[in-house]
């Protein structure tokens, strides 16, 4: 029989992409097709989600093409050899506290949303923290663990996600789409910039491309993963928008959740799908969470590197429960929100493409 | 053994930690409401008394009376049957008659299960329809799929009417809708979610009128809302909604009767699409032409016809286009000049068609300079008969056997 110390450590390109996937699914799915319609008109939020869609597989692919380059090297090490000692040390600084961020953002729209449409009395401190300590426990364990539950969660989350769209389909309003190409080009280019910087979770290749035994492959799994993510923005935002309407998904909180709570199942043995579609969403977010506290202890822990890992669980957790119940309500969250995006871009986006330049142009490679 | 009594210990505290639930309500104590009825008060006394009890308040514009019907738990057995009971509050606010209800019943009353809201005449001519609807669509426990209805008269009368088949009245009156291929006259069913893409448009709309006396509903015609004011113009009669059906192109089923050599002929509709088409040639009075084509059956004869002649026919072809054209006209005539108000979606075809003409329009359609009372509608009607029945003839005449 094999025992668990055994277990294959290593990450297969298969599951890298099952956690682009997982990472880059959480709160947008549930925001996006409101933020996308706020900028611009009608249905041209497809177009821009495609731009979008377009950017952001473009940087997949810069990142991966990046972190492949240094086969079983943390992102602190080859950054060093691309840049400097300095440099490689605040990149990695900021990456933590980035995702130090994203966790606890995660955290609280999770508590803010449960409690919004499924506790009432219950406080959002408690929700949180009831989730955040599965969080920490997940954490804990091996990281292949983390990986391995995203190939169980994944497939659960698109079976109720697309049951629901199907069961939708008699709602679709064609009306709600036309008429076309209404938006100023200013309104399709914040529309993509959305669409873009709601990908904030790409950055997670530069941490786990490190684990795996053949890092030429990750390429293409990270597009497959990221190209997985796009559509299925775009079908929710076809969907959303086809049901409600433009104007009604623009000024409703969580369009996707509304979309889920009409949804009625033909026979009417079973009233309440939202319930289930909840239920899959919070396991598709929890995913979410425990990647991003992943990589900020993994960025901590290529810092110090004689640090223990559930000794830096055990910092950083009470921080980012700190700092996850800051604001004060949806505002101050809405405000964090437009934060993340831009840091998000920024350290997805533009970090890792400098980096990628450098490292052709200095001639740096990972066996050197 | 140090390290068992800690387990038992940890495991006794999840014990109590797993087993709490702030959210807990029992589903004797749920009290299920199935229908929302809501009124205008217009007790004087009450107000007074008020007055003498909380001086200070800051008032509304009008007091409401919320009627809720609630069904007794235990009651309900199949087919929707079951004994309901009707609570009623006033308030200057929709929060403000629940807190009231709950000092008068004993269960709290659960709004994910409601089915329909009726409105009274007076509380959508006085335009308090956006405000109402605020909370119907901001609360979480409430469905944008709720049913709305205009009443005529008062709304919770509507939620009174006993059913022959003992059905709860609210579940009664929401399966009415369902008919809606069988009558020509009956307005699609509109939802909450609906009402509230039109009030963020400025669209205006029509929702469907419901007329209650006692025992019995009818749920023909429809009320007409200005987009702009947000509140009821007035009622279409039944044919009027007929024409609005056809317009709209909603038409699920339903029938024409004409004469025709002094007596009736029934014709049963089998399909019926409608397409607009608009001329914006000249952009400040676009023109409409309504193509309406009818498919259907011979349904019931009186007349002395031979259906199976084919002049007969064509000529009972005629007549029937000649019946929806006078039918679609009556409604626009009605909406053009009596209301002045667009409630068939023209606007709404130029704006997905023709969308440069339409930012013009668009502040003075059926507001402001009221473009839509002067533009042209021309309703051109093509009727089809398929089936003529089993029979030639019913009945004969005398001398013509």
């Known amino acids: 029989m094999k025992s668990f110390e055994h277990w294959d450590q290593d990450i297969s390109p298969k599951m890298l992409g099952y956690a682009i996937v997982s990472m880059t699914i959480a709160v947008g799915i549930l925001t996006l097709p409101r933020i996308i319609t706020q900028n611009t008109q009608v249905f041209d939020g497809i177009i821009s989600l495609m731009a979008g869609g377009v950017i952001a597989l473009f940087f997949t692919y810069i990142s991966a093409k990046l972190a492949s380059r240094f086969p079983k090297q943390t992102f602190c090490a080859y950054a060093e050899k691309i840049a400097s000692k300095y440099i490689a040390i605040v990149l ?21 949303i449960a409690a919004k449409y499924l506790f009432d009395e219950t406080p959002e401190e408690v929700i949180s923290l009831t989730f955040f300590l599965v969080v920490i426990y997940a954490v804990s364990g091996k990281h292949v663990a983390i990986l391995r539950l995203n190939l169980m969660f994944l497939p659960i989350f698109f ?126 977010i929890f995913n979410t969470t425990t990647m991003s506290l992943h990589v900020s202890t993994l960025a901590i822990d290529s810092l110090f590197k004689k640090m223990q890992k559930f000794r830096t669980i055990l910092i950083l957790a009470p921080i980012i429960f700190y700092v996850s119940m800051l604001p004060i309500d949806i505002i101050q969250i809405g405000l964090i929100t437009e934060w993340l995006m831009g840091i998000g871009a920024l350290m997805g986006m533009g970090v890792p493409a400098l980096l990628y330049v450098a490292a052709i142009l200095r001639k740096v490679k990972g066996n050197a | 053994m140090h390290k068992r009594r800690r387990l038992v210990l940890c495991g006794m505290l999840l014990l109590f930690l797993t087993a709490g639930c702030w959210d807990r309500i029992d589903i004797e104590e749920r009290g299920f409401v199935l229908g929302t009825a809501i009124d205008l008060s217009k007790n004087e006394e009450e107000e007074e008394n008020i007055e003498a009890e909380s001086p200070g308040k800051p008032k509304g514009k009008t007091r409401f009376i919320l009627t809720n019907q609630m069904v007794i738990p235990g009651t309900i057995v199949e087919d929707n049957s079951g004994e309901t009971y009707n609570v009623s509050a006033s308030g200057d606010t929709l929060f403000e008659c629940v807190r009231e209800m709950a000092a008068r ?185 309504v193509t309406v084509l009818a498919q259907g059956n011979l349904g019931e004869k009186y007349a002395m016809i031979d259906p199976f002649d084919a002049d007969v026919i064509t000529n009972i072809e005629h007549k029937l286009e000649h019946e929806i054209e006078r039918i679609v006209n009556s409604t626009t005539e009605k909406l053009q000049k009596d209301f002045e108000t667009d409630a068939m979606g023209l606007g709404t075809l130029l704006k997905r068609n023709h969308y440069k003409v339409w930012k013009r329009l668009e502040g003075d359609w059926d507001r402001g300079e009221k473009y839509f009372t002067r533009c042209e509608i021309e309703v051109t009607a093509r009727v089809q008969i398929e089936r003529r029945g089993t029979i030639i003839k019913s009945h004969g005449a005398l001398g013509d056997m």
């Not at chain 2, 007409?224 to 009669?237: E, H, P």
């Open chain 1, 159 to 284: 079976a109720v996600l697309f049951s629901l769209l199907i069961l939708n389909i008699q709602y679709l309003d064609l009306n709600h789409f036309t008429p076309f190409f209404t938006s100023s080009w200013r309104e399709l280019l914040r529309g993509t910039f959305y669409a873009a910087a709601n990908m904030i979770g790409l950055s997670i290749i530069l941490f786990y491309v490190s684990f795996m035994r053949t890092p030429k492959k990750a390429p293409k799994a990270a597009l497959i993963g990221a190209l997985i993510t796009i559509c299925v923005n775009m079908i929710i935002f076809f969907f959303v928008v086809g049901q409600l309407g433009p104007v009604v998904t623009r000024n409703v909180l969580y369009p996707t959740i509304e979309m889920a709570k009409e949804t009625k199942v033909p026979g009417e043995f079973f009233a309440r799908f939202d319930a289930v579609f909840f239920t899959a969403w919070i396991m598709a």
């Open chain 2, 105 to 289: 019943t004993s269960q709290s009353p659960f709004y994910e299960h409601n089915k329909i809201l009726i409105l009274s005449e007076d509380v959508a001519k006085r335009g308090h329809i956006p405000s109402l609807l605020d909370v119907f669509l901001r609360d979480k426990e409430m469905k944008r799929s709720i049913q709305v209805l205009i009443a005529v008269g008062e709304a919770r009368k509507a939620l009174e009417v006993k059913p022959q088949n003992k059905e709860m009245p609210a579940m009664y009156i929401n399966s009415v809708v369902n008919n809606a291929y069988k009558n020509l006259g009956m307005h699609p069913e509109v939802l909450v979610g609906d009402i509230h893409e039109y009030l963020l448009l400025d669209e205006s709309f029509t929702l469907p009128r419901i007329m209650s006396d006692g025992d019995e509903i009818k749920m023909t015609g429809s009320a007409v809302f200005q987009g702009d004011a947000k509140r009821m113009i007035g009622f279409l009669s039944s044919e009027e909604t007929e024409g609005l059906n056809i317009i709209k192109n909603q038409v699920e089923g339903g029938l024409f009767q004409v004469e025709i050599e002094g007596d009736l002929i029934v014709y049963e509709i089998k399909k019926l699409k409608t397409r607009i088409s608009a001329d914006v040639a000249d952009p400040l009075r676009p023109k409409f032409h």
């Open chain 1, 92 to 112: 990695t600084v900021v990456f933590a506290l980035f995702f130090m961020l994203v966790t606890a953002f995660e955290v609280r729209m999770l508590a803010n």
